[in-house]
């Protein structure tokens, strides 16, 4: 209730309706050939693509202030049709997959969103977003003139659009919903489909149409839809244009680095060279932008795609998986930002005129009114240029664009960056903790022993059973990623064939893992290589006269989420299973009567809950090291501080990990990324390839496991493992992420910020040198010339510098003790350092 007398509150009523009212004022979005148009006034979109359900609601305002912070103004996702429809009319909108709350979010901190409703949107999530129960429908194919999945795409998409829509979410609504996509990258499948792709398009438009939003839609990498955007997604987009003339040139994903895999090594996309490519992008007409991503975030649970994409989905970003800055990257973008907005009016409204100086140099200037800005670009892989521009001299580096926002000082170098390099370290957990305490229980097998139609365990209540070899997806619904297939063989002793015992026994699979046994004692493992999940197991088994028990159990890693027909790619057993005795004769036991049971007796338990009824079958005597089929269970302390906590689990085969019942996602840190195809340096010029700057060659394709804050509380916090292979658990840890070095990199006439994390200040600075020096952070090396005062400067200022700050109140500051400092990068600053001719800059290494 609302007093007359109490002022205060009322006020505050009256701001807080102020604020309600004029966040829902409607706004109109148009565009025309060179830009999407708010109100009629075009804009220049910088974009990135946060999906939330690879973070958590806790993350989100955070995720989102860093990427405004960073100099964006929307945020782009796609909406999981899969997570949200789990099973046929059954939604989920809770936790991370409250779409509403997400976008909520975006509209508070006054960003505009850009929703790709999809349904398809491989996005290297599992089945590329679409539910594995619609891929089991009868008659279904999907994303082509199919009733079956057109009804299902229309009564999803109809469902989140009219949420929408009730939530006032749309611009025409007052919400930020800017652009809304359907489909994703049909261009790259249609010649697959024939005929019915474009019946499939025209439909798919039209559907789009009819929910009449009031904002563009946009139809990425589909060149045949004029009465959509269509827009380009990859690494560099500058030659792209619509084919509509009166389209603008819309970047949907501009990839910030690329994916892990299992079995492959780390990514990386400097910044020098994503900076080249926005900067080519808008020099060459482009005005909106998406990340894609800015901020990747993580595959909880199982629902990272494949197969064999890793549960990091961390994606090089500017933002890493955590939700720290990835610097430079972040750092470098957020000055590209800046600069390019500063010239919005210029950019969309100027007229353009290029200069080609020949050797892949241009210069581009925009002119309105007399007011220009200018973009010099280099797309030269080794030769830097000096050009010759209305009478003065600049020099662009290979590969790299300068923006000159009037046409006469370069403000902005894409290959200069003047960014702190983050070197992020992972800290042990605090001191004073007793190491991990493991119990552990085997996954009961005891089942195997017996014949399978014997359903004696209450875990078989659910059993299948059926005279042919079934694709697992139909039979799992993908309720899990493992599936038994059990069978009995009679063997006759008196048969010549069969009465030897030593036959070889054939599994022909379509993926992704293989665990054989024969009554009850494991013969042996296998799993397929990445990008050939097609294998045949075989291995010498010895049967016993009477009845035999074969039981195979099937493993995936993640469904195919691209591709045409990729729903009809088939996965684990599909046959033959052969006996091969005494003169190569077989038994083809493919259609024999095969039991089927899906999932883990350990799932269906539901062991990762912390109320599961018999917690206290758990032992702890004699922990099993490196066996398979075992689960591991421990509790830990919350690490203290901030930063965010992720599980070293090194040490450990490959199974699945749950943090106080948080699925966490899938490990496989025993799964080795290749030790060749990685290079010690990485020479930003030349195009990006994900084959190009890898690291960790060698190495565990993810050691390092994020468990968001969110799903701790201080003490008593239960980890619990599923170890398939053999692993050992008293290795694994918990940890911290953190910045540990902080690199500087600046040129003269720049200021330099270094900052480190968590409340953690500059304990040392290893390395300064304003000149020219040489290398990059942690190998940095004095060059030719040099400011003696380099070092004492960014450690500690000189009396006379002390002095100047007092005089001035200058905002810059010595380093050492301070938890971020700032340094001009100056002669004034630093003294005279000799250098003559070139470009002095200054390189730092401080320890955090
Ligand atoms: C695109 C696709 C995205 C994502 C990306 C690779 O082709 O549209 O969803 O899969 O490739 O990360």
């Known amino acids: 209730m609302v007093g007359v007398g109490s002022g205060g509150s009322l006020l505050v009523l009256v701001i807080t309706a102020f604020c309600f009212f004029s966040s829902l004022v409607a706004f109109e979005v148009t565009y025309d050939n060179r830009a999407i148009k708010i109100d009629g006034e075009r804009k220049i979109i910088l974009s990135g693509s946060i999906h939330y359900p690879r973070s958590t609601p806790e993350m989100w305002p955070s995720l989102i202030k860093k990427s405004k912070d960073g100099g964006l103004n929307a945020i782009e996702t796609y909406v999981f049709w899969s997570s949200h429809e789990p099973q046929r009319r059954q939604y989920d909108f809770s936790g991370n997959l409250d779409l509403i709350r997400f976008l ?31 891929g089991n429908m009868p008659g279904v194919r999907f994303r082509t003139q199919n009733d079956v999945y057109t009804n299902e795409m229309k009564n999803f998409t109809t469902l989140i659009v009219d949420m929408i829509k009730r939530e006032n979410l749309l611009a025409s609504q007052g919400g930020p919903i800017i652009l809304t996509q359907i489909e994703n990258e049909y261009g790259l499948v249609s010649s697959s489909y024939g005929d019915e792709a474009k ?13 009449n939003v009031s904002v563009p839609w946009v139809m990425c990498q589909e060149w045949d839809a004029p009465e959509v955007l269509d827009t380009c997604n990859g690494w560099y987009c500058d030659q792209f244009y619509p084919k509509n003339p009166d389209a603008p040139k819309v970047w ?58 890793a549960t990091t989905y961390d994606y090089n970003s500017p933002l890493d998986e955590y939700g720290n800055p990835n610097q430079p990257k972040w750092g470098h973008l957020k000055q590209l930002h800046l600069v390019l907005q500063s010239i919005e009016k210029i950019l969309t409204y100027g007229e353009v005129r290029n200069i080609n100086y020949g050797n892949m140099m241009s210069a581009t200037i925009y002119d309105l009114n007399g007011k220009r800005a200018c973009f010099f670009g280099n797309a030269n892989e080794t030769n830097d240029r000096t050009i010759t521009f209305e009478g003065k001299k600049y020099h662009v580096p290979a590969w790299s664009v300068s923006v000159l926002p009037d046409c006469q000082a370069e403000v902005y170098n894409t290959a200069r960056v003047n960014t702190q390099t983050s070197v992020m370290v992972k800290h042990s957990r605090d001191s004073d903790e007793a190491p991990l305490k493991w119990t552990w229980r085997r996954e009961y097998l005891e089942f195997l022993k017996g014949h399978p139609s014997n359903k004696r365990s209450e875990y078989f209540r659910d059993a299948t059973s059926a005279t042919q070899l079934m694709e697992q997806k139909l039979v799992t619904n993908d309720s899990s990623d493992y599936l038994w297939y059990m069978t009995s063989v009679d063997i006759d002793g008196n048969d010549p064939v069969w009465g030897k015992e030593e036959v ?29 999940y097609r294998f045949v197991f075989e291995r010498s088994v010895k049967l016993q006269h009477g009845k035999n028990t074969i039981a195979l159990l099937s493993a995936t890693v993640g469904l195919p989420n691209a591709g045409a027909y990729y729903e009809t790619i088939k996965q684990g057993i599909v046959g033959p299973v052969m006996l091969i005795g005494t003169n190569n004769q077989a038994k083809d036991l493919s259609t024999n009567k095969w039991v089927y049971k899906v999932g883990l007796h350990g799932e269906a338990a539901e062991l990762f809950r912390d109320d599961a009824p018999g917690h206290h079958n758990w032992l702890s005597e004699n922990l099993p090291i490196n066996r398979s089929f075992v689960w591991y269970k421990t509790t830990f302390k919350s690490p203290s501080g901030q930063d965010p906590v992720v599980l070293d689990l090194l040490g450990l085969g490959k199974g699945a990990a749950w943090v106080n019942g948080h699925h ?20 930003y010029r030349g195009k990006y390839n994900p084959n190009k700057c890898l690291s960790n060659c060698g190495k565990s394709s993810q050691r390092w496991y994020h468990v968001p804050r969110s799903f701790l509380r201080d003490e008593g916090n239960s980890l619990v493992l599923f170890e398939e292979f053999g692993g050992n658990p008293t290795l694994a840890s918990v940890q911290t992420v953190t910045v540990g070095k902080a690199c500087g990199n600046a ?52 009396v006379l510098h002390r002095f100047i700050m007092l005089i001035y109140k200058c905002k810059w500051q010595a380093c050492v003790g301070k938890e971020s400092c700032s340094i001009d990068v100056s002669e004034e600053t630093f003294g005279p350092s000799g250098c003559h001719g070139s470009i002095k800059r200054l390189a730092v290494e401080a320890i955090c």
Not at 511 to 528: C, E, P, Q
Not at 664 to 683: H, K, M, N, Q, V
Request: net charge negative.
């Open 104 to 134: 909520r979010n975006i509209q508070e901190q006054g960003l505009y969103a850009i929703l790709r409703l999809g349904p398809f949107v491989c996005a290297e999530w599992n089945f590329g977003g679409l539910p594995v129960w619609l």
């Open 504 to 532: 070889t026994l054939q599994v022909r699979t379509e993926g992704h893992i293989l665990h054989v046994f024969v009554n009850g004692r494991h013969m042996g493992s296998h799993r397929a290589k990445i990008r050939s």
């Open 664 to 683: 966490i996602g899938r490990y496989w840190p025993s799964y080795l990324a290749p030790e060749d195809g990685c290079s010690s340096t990485c020479d």
């Open 747 to 798: 040129y003269e006439g720049n200021t330099l910020e270094l900052l480190c994390q968590g409340g953690r200040v500059i304990s040392e600075v290893k390395f300064a040198s304003f000149g020219d020096p040489k290398g990059n952070c942690e190998s940095f090396e004095t060059g030719s010339c040099e400011s003696p005062n380099s070092l004492s400067v960014v450690e500690n200022l000189l």
């Open 199 to 211: 019946s499939y398009v025209n439909w798919s438009i039209s559907l789009a149409k009819s929910f």
């Open 252 to 309: 949907t994903e501009n990839w910030t680095g690329w994916f892990n895999e299992w079995g492959g090594a780390n990514p990386l996309r400097t910044a020098e060279d994503l900076a080249f490519a926005v900067a080519r992008f808008f020099q060459y007409g482009g005005t909106l932008n998406n990340y894609y991503m800015y901020h990747g975030g993580t595959n909880f649970g199982r629902t990272a795609g494949g197969p064999y994409i």
